[in-house]
């Protein structure tokens, strides 16, 4: 069983990244949708607006507006996408968000702790939460009935309101809680690099306690995140997490041939 989570941003070869998955067996996707959220979030007037957390970690302000374009985006677009494309290799794919059935479920913020122009700030009205449980007997009769999920953020609040979750975070507690071998977590980049301005300074290979080291020293921007769910995984008893390149041709293939920054 492995989790492989595809990231949103631009310049990912979806059709190559599902061709490719679809030779193996046994695994649950989960995807984002960045960049189409933002693309569609400018054209209907409600630009994007990203906040820095006071540990360094940038985020999407979500008030009620946004919700709504990320469902559009996330649990429509995006993620109907994935399941037409994926049935017509012959998967049978089910797509879901958090939301239902409580699939991914955790605590809303009450605020948001942000430093802006150098000031510490409290930022209410955001709709953004922290994942605590994943409901593994709906994903469990989905795969013992050979349906192969495909999720996607947001969560569910226990009050039962939507909330955004980070998506990498959100693939290490589900691979920790259906007890995954591996997760592999596919973007842009070839995995985590020393010099993000230069894609041949790739770090290859992490150990474990020396995760937080590359987070404050090498992860710029949304890698930190990235590397932050790999910890979540590897903590939570994952055995191995993969960092690969989704513009390649064989994504998933590369990745389990040792290809991109591989955290042990």
């Known amino acids: 069983m492995f989790v492989i989570k595809v990231g949103g941003s631009e310049g990912i070869n979806y059709n190559s990244f599902l061709q490719d998955l679809a030779k193996y067996e046994d695994y649950i996707v989960v995807h984002g949708g960045s960049s189409e959220l933002n693309a569609i979030s400018e054209k209907l007037g409600k630009p994007p ?3 820095t957390s006071v540990s360094g970690f940038s985020s999407r302000y979500t008030d009620r507006e946004t919700m709504e374009i990320f469902n559009m985006i996330y ?4 993620n109907k996408m994935l399941v037409e494309n994926l049935q017509k290799l012959g998967i049978n794919a089910v797509g879901l968000s958090g ?3 409580r699939l991914i ?3 809303k913020k009450r605020a948001l702790k942000i430093v802006e122009n150098g000031k510490k700030k409290i930022l209410r009205g955001d709709l953004s939460g922290m994942i605590e449980k994943i409901n593994t007997n709906l994903l469990k009769l989905l795969l013992t009935n050979s349906y192969v ?8 609040s226990y009050e039962s309101e939507a909330i955004n979750v980070d998506g990498d975070r959100c693939a290490g507690q589900i691979a920790v809680s259906m007890k995954a071998d591996t997760l592999i977590i596919l973007s842009n980049v070839p995995g985590l690099l020393k010099d993000a301005n230069d894609e041949s300074s790739l770090v290859k290979t992490i150990k474990a306690d020396q995760i937080d ?4 020293n090498y992860a710029k921007g949304r890698m930190k995140k990235k590397l932050l769910g790999a910890k979540e995984a590897i903590e939570g008893g994952v055995k191995s997490v993969i960092l690969g390149d989704a513009r390649s041709e064989s994504p998933v293939s590369n990745a389990f041939n040792g290809q991109g920054t591989i955290i042990q």
């Open 105 to 107: 479920e955790g605590k």
């Open 75 to 78: 649990a429509g677009k995006m």
């Open 99 to 101: 939301i239902d059935g």
């Open 149 to 156: 999920p495909v999720l996607t953020p947001p969560a569910i």
């Open 49 to 51: 607006v990203f906040v």
């Open 213 to 216: 080291y590359h987070i404050e």
